[in-house]
Protein backbone atom coordinates (compact mmCIF):
# COMPACT_ATOMS: atom_id res chain seq x y z
CA UNK A 1 0.00 0.00 0.00
CA UNK A 2 0.94 3.57 -0.60
CA UNK A 3 1.06 6.51 1.88
CA UNK A 4 1.04 10.12 1.08
CA UNK A 5 -0.10 11.75 4.22
CA UNK A 6 1.73 13.90 6.44
CA UNK A 7 3.01 11.55 9.61
CA UNK A 8 2.27 8.59 8.01
CA UNK A 9 4.86 5.88 8.72
CA UNK A 10 6.54 2.82 8.16
CA UNK A 11 8.10 0.55 10.73
CA UNK A 12 10.60 -2.91 9.79
CA UNK A 13 13.42 -4.92 10.11
CA UNK A 14 14.81 -3.60 6.02
CA UNK A 15 13.86 -1.19 4.40
CA UNK A 16 14.85 0.96 0.95
CA UNK A 17 14.80 4.68 1.22
CA UNK A 18 15.68 6.76 -2.22
CA UNK A 19 15.54 10.41 -2.31
CA UNK A 20 17.43 12.91 -4.57
CA UNK A 21 18.95 14.41 -1.18
CA UNK A 22 19.72 12.50 2.22
CA UNK A 23 21.02 13.76 4.77
CA UNK A 24 22.49 12.62 8.52
CA UNK A 25 20.65 14.77 10.69
CA UNK A 26 22.08 13.79 14.36
CA UNK A 27 22.36 10.59 17.06
CA UNK A 28 19.17 10.78 18.86
CA UNK A 29 17.90 8.23 22.00
CA UNK A 30 13.79 8.24 21.06
CA UNK A 31 11.79 6.41 23.16
CA UNK A 32 10.66 2.99 22.21
CA UNK A 33 13.88 3.24 19.49
CA UNK A 34 16.64 3.58 21.77
CA UNK A 35 20.09 5.33 20.23
CA UNK A 36 19.87 5.44 16.73
CA UNK A 37 20.75 7.89 13.78
CA UNK A 38 18.48 9.99 12.07
CA UNK A 39 18.43 11.03 8.48
CA UNK A 40 16.56 13.71 6.68
CA UNK A 41 15.47 13.15 2.94
CA UNK A 42 14.11 15.49 0.32
CA UNK A 43 13.24 16.08 -2.72
CA UNK A 44 11.18 13.20 -3.95
CA UNK A 45 11.88 10.68 -1.43
CA UNK A 46 10.49 7.48 -0.99
CA UNK A 47 10.61 4.26 1.82
CA UNK A 48 9.82 0.54 1.05
CA UNK A 49 9.56 -1.86 3.32
CA UNK A 50 11.50 -4.68 2.17
CA UNK A 51 11.94 -7.17 5.37
CA UNK A 52 8.67 -7.48 7.84
CA UNK A 53 9.01 -7.14 11.87
CA UNK A 54 9.02 -10.26 12.91
CA UNK A 55 5.79 -10.21 15.42
CA UNK A 56 3.90 -7.89 13.06
CA UNK A 57 3.01 -5.09 15.81
CA UNK A 58 3.82 -1.24 15.45
CA UNK A 59 6.28 -0.62 18.30
CA UNK A 60 6.58 3.02 18.06
CA UNK A 61 3.36 4.57 16.22
CA UNK A 62 0.38 2.32 16.43
CA UNK A 63 -0.69 3.15 12.73
CA UNK A 64 2.43 2.68 11.09
CA UNK A 65 2.33 0.22 8.27
CA UNK A 66 4.15 -2.72 8.77
CA UNK A 67 3.51 -5.21 5.66
CA UNK A 68 6.08 -5.82 3.13
CA UNK A 69 6.12 -3.79 -0.66
CA UNK A 70 4.41 -1.07 1.40
CA UNK A 71 5.65 2.71 0.45
CA UNK A 72 5.86 6.04 1.68
CA UNK A 73 6.19 8.55 -1.36
CA UNK A 74 6.66 12.63 -0.16
CA UNK A 75 9.06 15.22 -0.65
CA UNK A 76 10.71 15.01 3.20
CA UNK A 77 10.92 12.17 4.53
CA UNK A 78 12.54 11.65 8.45
CA UNK A 79 14.43 8.02 9.11
CA UNK A 80 15.35 6.57 12.29
CA UNK A 81 17.56 3.85 11.93
CA UNK A 82 18.76 1.79 15.40
CA UNK A 83 21.93 1.05 14.12
CA UNK A 84 25.82 0.21 15.24
CA UNK A 85 27.05 2.80 12.78
CA UNK A 86 25.40 5.81 10.61
CA UNK A 87 24.85 4.91 6.76
CA UNK A 88 27.86 7.23 5.09
CA UNK A 89 27.61 5.91 1.32
CA UNK A 90 24.53 6.37 -0.63
CA UNK A 91 24.41 4.74 -3.73
CA UNK A 92 23.50 6.61 -6.83
CA UNK A 93 20.33 5.14 -8.90
CA UNK A 94 18.26 5.59 -11.83
CA UNK A 95 15.00 6.86 -9.87
CA UNK A 96 12.77 9.21 -11.98
CA UNK A 97 12.55 10.60 -15.49
CA UNK A 98 14.95 13.33 -15.35
CA UNK A 99 16.82 13.19 -12.09
CA UNK A 100 18.87 10.59 -10.19
CA UNK A 101 18.77 9.87 -6.61
CA UNK A 102 20.64 8.57 -3.26
CA UNK A 103 19.69 5.66 -1.77
CA UNK A 104 20.51 3.49 0.82
CA UNK A 105 19.20 -0.37 2.22
CA UNK A 106 18.74 -0.32 6.07
CA UNK A 107 19.52 -3.60 8.03
CA UNK A 108 18.30 -2.95 11.19
CA UNK A 109 15.15 -1.43 12.74
CA UNK A 110 13.82 1.08 10.81
CA UNK A 111 11.13 4.20 11.07
CA UNK A 112 10.29 6.13 8.53
CA UNK A 113 7.84 9.38 8.80
CA UNK A 114 6.80 11.77 6.14
CA UNK A 115 7.47 14.96 7.46
CA UNK A 116 6.18 17.25 4.10
CA UNK A 117 4.02 16.01 1.95
CA UNK A 118 3.90 16.17 -1.94
CA UNK A 119 3.61 20.14 -2.48
CA UNK A 120 0.63 20.07 -4.67
CA UNK A 121 -1.53 17.95 -2.11
CA UNK A 122 -3.56 20.05 0.23
CA UNK A 123 -1.76 19.78 3.84
CA UNK A 124 -5.82 20.30 5.59
CA UNK A 125 -7.32 17.59 3.30
CA UNK A 126 -5.05 14.71 4.40
CA UNK A 127 -3.65 14.42 7.93
CA UNK A 128 -2.56 11.50 9.91
CA UNK A 129 -2.24 11.88 14.05
CA UNK A 130 0.93 10.60 15.52
CA UNK A 131 -0.60 7.42 18.06
CA UNK A 132 1.75 6.00 20.41
CA UNK A 133 2.43 2.89 20.17
CA UNK A 134 1.13 0.39 23.57
CA UNK A 135 5.06 -1.62 23.25
CA UNK A 136 7.99 -0.18 24.78
CA UNK A 137 11.11 -1.00 24.06
CA UNK A 138 12.94 -3.27 21.38
CA UNK A 139 14.56 -6.34 22.36
CA UNK A 140 18.46 -5.87 21.45
CA UNK B 1 33.58 40.26 44.53
CA UNK B 2 34.85 39.89 48.07
CA UNK B 3 33.29 42.80 49.38
CA UNK B 4 29.79 41.40 47.06
CA UNK B 5 29.94 37.84 49.38
CA UNK B 6 30.32 39.38 52.50
CA UNK B 7 27.26 41.46 51.93
CA UNK B 8 25.55 38.37 51.60
CA UNK B 9 26.74 36.66 54.00
CA UNK B 10 25.78 39.66 56.22
CA UNK B 11 22.40 39.45 54.94
CA UNK B 12 22.15 35.55 55.55
CA UNK B 13 23.63 35.87 58.99
CA UNK B 14 20.97 38.88 59.90
CA UNK B 15 18.36 36.54 58.80
CA UNK B 16 19.62 33.41 60.65
CA UNK B 17 19.83 35.39 63.83
CA UNK B 18 16.90 37.75 64.47
CA UNK B 19 14.40 35.65 62.50
CA UNK B 20 13.06 38.86 61.02
CA UNK B 21 14.39 42.10 59.63
CA UNK B 22 12.27 44.26 61.71
CA UNK B 23 14.35 43.67 64.46
CA UNK B 24 17.23 45.58 62.72
CA UNK B 25 17.57 49.18 62.92
CA UNK B 26 16.12 50.58 59.51
CA UNK B 27 19.16 52.41 58.57
CA UNK B 28 21.22 49.27 59.12
CA UNK B 29 18.47 46.86 57.15
CA UNK B 30 18.05 49.64 54.32
CA UNK B 31 22.04 49.81 53.76
CA UNK B 32 22.89 45.94 53.88
CA UNK B 33 19.14 45.08 51.66
CA UNK B 34 21.09 48.03 49.09
CA UNK B 35 24.10 46.51 49.28
CA UNK B 36 23.56 43.05 48.53
CA UNK B 37 20.96 43.72 45.63
CA UNK B 38 23.73 45.74 44.17
CA UNK B 39 26.10 42.63 44.67
CA UNK B 40 23.10 40.85 42.87
CA UNK B 41 21.83 42.99 40.80
CA UNK B 42 25.30 43.10 38.67
CA UNK B 43 25.40 39.37 38.12
CA UNK B 44 21.93 39.08 36.62
CA UNK B 45 21.24 40.58 33.52
CA UNK B 46 18.06 39.90 31.95
CA UNK B 47 16.36 42.87 33.58
CA UNK B 48 15.09 45.56 31.43
CA UNK B 49 16.96 48.85 31.85
CA UNK B 50 14.19 50.56 33.53
CA UNK B 51 14.26 47.96 36.42
CA UNK B 52 17.43 48.35 36.98
CA UNK B 53 16.85 52.40 37.43
CA UNK B 54 17.94 52.62 41.01
CA UNK B 55 14.34 54.39 41.94
CA UNK B 56 12.63 51.25 40.69
CA UNK B 57 14.33 48.78 42.77
CA UNK B 58 14.25 51.02 46.07
CA UNK B 59 10.70 51.04 45.49
CA UNK B 60 10.77 47.38 45.15
CA UNK B 61 12.79 46.93 48.48
CA UNK B 62 11.27 49.32 50.33
CA UNK B 63 8.02 46.90 49.72
CA UNK B 64 9.04 43.71 50.07
CA UNK B 65 10.23 43.71 53.94
CA UNK B 66 10.25 41.34 55.50
CA UNK B 67 9.57 39.16 52.50
CA UNK B 68 12.42 39.71 50.08
CA UNK B 69 10.99 40.32 46.07
CA UNK B 70 13.18 39.83 42.91
CA UNK B 71 11.94 40.06 39.57
CA UNK B 72 12.43 37.46 36.88
CA UNK B 73 11.71 37.81 32.93
CA UNK B 74 7.97 35.94 33.49
CA UNK B 75 7.19 38.49 35.83
CA UNK B 76 7.41 39.32 39.74
CA UNK B 77 8.10 36.19 42.24
CA UNK B 78 7.67 36.81 45.88
CA UNK B 79 8.79 34.40 47.99
CA UNK B 80 8.37 34.95 51.58
CA UNK B 81 9.54 31.90 53.33
CA UNK B 82 13.46 32.20 53.06
CA UNK B 83 15.65 34.90 51.55
CA UNK B 84 17.28 33.74 48.18
CA UNK B 85 19.50 36.01 46.56
CA UNK B 86 18.59 36.59 42.85
CA UNK B 87 21.98 34.35 41.12
CA UNK B 88 20.97 31.86 43.35
CA UNK B 89 17.51 31.84 41.99
CA UNK B 90 17.09 28.64 39.85
CA UNK B 91 16.77 29.19 36.12
CA UNK B 92 12.82 29.97 34.88
CA UNK B 93 11.55 27.50 31.93
CA UNK B 94 11.58 30.23 29.36
CA UNK B 95 15.96 30.09 29.79
CA UNK B 96 15.76 26.49 30.34
CA UNK B 97 14.29 25.68 27.10
CA UNK B 98 16.53 27.84 25.59
CA UNK B 99 19.39 26.33 26.61
CA UNK B 100 18.44 22.62 25.69
CA UNK B 101 17.64 23.90 22.64
CA UNK B 102 21.40 25.54 22.15
CA UNK B 103 22.74 22.40 23.88
CA UNK B 104 20.88 19.99 21.28
CA UNK B 105 21.64 21.90 18.29
CA UNK B 106 25.70 21.99 18.98
CA UNK B 107 25.81 18.14 20.07
CA UNK B 108 24.28 17.96 16.67
CA UNK B 109 26.84 20.05 14.81
CA UNK B 110 29.42 17.67 16.80
CA UNK B 111 27.92 14.86 15.30
CA UNK B 112 27.72 16.02 11.50
CA UNK B 113 31.66 17.55 11.61
CA UNK B 114 32.32 14.39 12.83
CA UNK B 115 30.19 12.23 10.23
CA UNK B 116 31.99 14.77 7.46
CA UNK B 117 35.45 13.56 8.61
CA UNK B 118 34.44 9.82 8.37
CA UNK B 119 32.63 10.17 5.21
CA UNK B 120 36.37 12.70 3.65
CA UNK B 121 38.20 9.47 5.28
CA UNK B 122 40.33 11.56 7.74
CA UNK B 123 38.78 8.84 10.47
CA UNK B 124 38.39 5.49 9.76
CA UNK B 125 35.11 3.62 10.57
CA UNK B 126 36.98 2.27 13.95
CA UNK B 127 37.69 5.73 15.02
CA UNK B 128 34.54 7.26 14.53
CA UNK B 129 32.96 4.33 16.61
CA UNK B 130 35.35 4.64 19.64
CA UNK B 131 35.09 8.50 19.38
CA UNK B 132 31.09 8.03 19.67
CA UNK B 133 31.15 4.79 22.70
CA UNK B 134 33.67 6.77 24.51
CA UNK B 135 32.38 10.57 24.23
CA UNK B 136 28.42 9.53 24.06
CA UNK B 137 26.86 12.74 25.96
CA UNK B 138 29.18 15.20 23.73
CA UNK B 139 27.12 13.31 20.65
CA UNK B 140 23.74 12.15 21.79
CA UNK B 141 20.59 13.97 21.85
CA UNK B 142 17.92 12.97 23.86
CA UNK B 143 14.29 12.74 22.87
CA UNK B 144 11.77 12.64 25.91
CA UNK B 145 8.23 11.07 26.03
CA UNK B 146 7.20 13.11 29.24
CA UNK B 147 5.63 16.78 28.71
CA UNK B 148 5.48 18.05 32.18
CA UNK B 149 7.37 21.11 33.36
CA UNK B 150 8.05 21.75 29.94
CA UNK B 151 6.76 25.53 28.46
CA UNK B 152 5.00 24.78 25.64
CA UNK B 153 3.80 28.32 25.13
CA UNK B 154 6.99 29.39 24.81
CA UNK B 155 8.26 26.93 22.42
CA UNK B 156 5.62 27.24 19.94
CA UNK B 157 6.72 31.06 20.39
CA UNK B 158 10.07 30.03 19.61
CA UNK B 159 9.58 28.44 16.70
CA UNK B 160 6.94 31.18 15.49
CA UNK B 161 8.91 33.85 15.95
CA UNK B 162 11.92 31.90 13.98
CA UNK B 163 10.51 32.72 10.66
CA UNK B 164 11.52 29.69 9.31
CA UNK B 165 9.32 26.74 7.86
CA UNK B 166 10.35 23.92 10.02
CA UNK B 167 9.27 20.26 10.16
CA UNK B 168 8.30 17.91 13.41
CA UNK B 169 11.17 16.04 13.50
CA UNK B 170 13.48 18.98 13.39
CA UNK B 171 11.91 20.83 16.30
CA UNK B 172 11.42 17.90 18.32
CA UNK B 173 15.28 16.96 17.73
CA UNK B 174 16.28 20.97 18.78
CA UNK B 175 14.29 20.71 22.16
CA UNK B 176 14.67 17.01 22.96
CA UNK B 177 10.74 16.03 22.84
CA UNK B 178 8.93 13.31 20.93
CA UNK B 179 7.02 14.47 18.31
CA UNK B 180 3.38 12.57 18.96
CA UNK B 181 3.37 14.99 22.45
CA UNK B 182 4.04 18.26 19.78
CA UNK B 183 2.22 17.37 17.51
CA UNK B 184 -1.11 16.50 19.78
CA UNK B 185 -0.71 19.57 21.53
CA UNK B 186 -3.55 21.98 21.71
CA UNK B 187 -1.04 25.12 21.86
CA UNK B 188 0.42 23.31 18.27
CA UNK B 189 0.24 26.65 15.61
CA UNK B 190 -0.53 23.86 13.08
CA UNK B 191 -3.06 22.22 14.57
CA UNK B 192 -5.03 18.96 12.79
CA UNK B 193 -8.24 20.07 11.04
CA UNK B 194 -9.26 16.35 9.98
CA UNK B 195 -8.45 13.17 11.26
CA UNK B 196 -8.67 10.03 9.60
CA UNK B 197 -10.07 7.12 10.80
CA UNK B 198 -8.39 4.11 12.01
CA UNK B 199 -10.05 1.78 8.61
CA UNK B 200 -8.71 3.87 6.00
CA UNK B 201 -5.27 1.62 7.39
Given at each position: MKAIELNATI??????????????????????????????????????????????????Y?RSM?????LLESDG????????????????????????????????????KISRMI??IPERVLANPL?????????? | ???????????????????????????????????????????????????????????????????????????????????????????????????????????????????????????????????????????????????????????????????????????????????????????????LLQIRS??SY
Amino acid sequence: MKAIELNATIECVAAEVIARKIIPSAFTEIPNIGKCFTYKCSLNSEATIEKELEPKEALVYQRSMLTAGDLLESDGLFVAVKCRRPYTDFGLTNHSHRHKAQTFKTKEFTLAKISRMIQNIPERVLANPLVVAKSKSIER
Amino acid sequence: MIKENIAIEKCTYYRAHNNYWQFLEASTMNSLLAESFRATHNLYTSFPQEWRSERFYYYNLLNSIPSYSYWTSEGSYRKNTEFVPVHHFEFNKRETLYITAIKNLIKQKEFLSLMYQVSSNQISDDEFNRELESNESKYLVHISDKADNFNFQALFDVVVNLGIELTLDEVSEMFGIDQSILEEHPLNPRPLLQIRSNESY
